[in-house]
T-cell receptor, first 112, second 111 residues
């Protein structure tokens, strides 16, 4: 059974650019959530999607957005990148909330 | 959002020692999840707890859901080099909380 796949693994962008990250959940999982991990702030929740609908949203600015497709794959987009957006972005999928989430290996985004 | 206090922040131990870490919350939780993250990888679920007082083991790992439902601990017995990593406690809620993580416990094993 394939795990959660995130692409790309590494990305370098320039300030002001935008970026799109992709997450393919475990087959059959309909919930996909996104997190930002930095040394200073730890793991912070961005948003969660279930059956193409955003179910929850964390306290991040509107530059961070996401969507989920009918096959449960999800993308997150960050516009007008800032240096502080440099982080490891993780997605996780679950078949049912509170029953454990499986994480991908993450996308390491560096903004220069 | 909810507050999760995880301690200690880091632990430097000798191989073979037992390890204990804990998390406390400002609110009552229905689920505690413990994860481990290796460098360059995403967190991996170790143990899930669903009932107050529940004690669950997974090999050398043991975790308990506190009676007050506001705390949980994770113990690792007879530590080995592959136990090195960051351990997170986590709870799952709704709204802006989503999945809330503790700040993590960095486990370092000295040879």
């Amino acid at each position: 059974k394939a795990g959660v796949t995130q692409t790309p693994r590494y990305l370098i962008k320039t300030r002001g650019q935008q970026v799109t990250l992709s997450c393919s959940p475990i087959s059959g999982h309909r919930s996909v959530s996104w997190y930002q991990q930095t040394p200073g702030q730890g793991l912070q929740f961005l948003f969660e999607y279930f059956s193409e609908t955003q179910r929850n949203k964390g306290n991040f600015p509107g530059r961070f957005s996401g969507r989920q497709f009918s096959n449960s794959r999800s993308e997150m987009n960050v516009s007008t990148l800032e240096l502080g957006d440099s982080a490891l972005y993780l997605c996780a999928s679950s078949s049912q909330r509170d029953h454990g989430y499986t994480f991908g290996s993450g996308t390491r985004l560096t903004v220069v | 959002g909810q507050q999760l206090n995880q301690s200690p922040q880091s632990m430097f131990i000798q191989e073979g020692e037992d390890v204990s870490m804990n998390c406390t919350s400002s609110s009552i939780f229905n689920t505690w999840l413990w994860y481990k993250q290796d460098p360059g990888e995403g967190p991996v679920l170790l143990i899930a707890l669903y009932k107050a007082g529940e004690l669950t083991s997974n090999g050398r790992l043991t975790a308990q859901f506190g009676i007050t439902r506001k705390d949980s601990f994770l113990n690792i017995s007879a530590s080995i080099p592959s136990d090195v990593g960051i351990y997170f406690c986590m709870y799952s809620g709704g709204g802006a909380d989503g999945l809330t993580f503790g700040k993590g416990t960095h486990l370092i094993i000295q040879p």
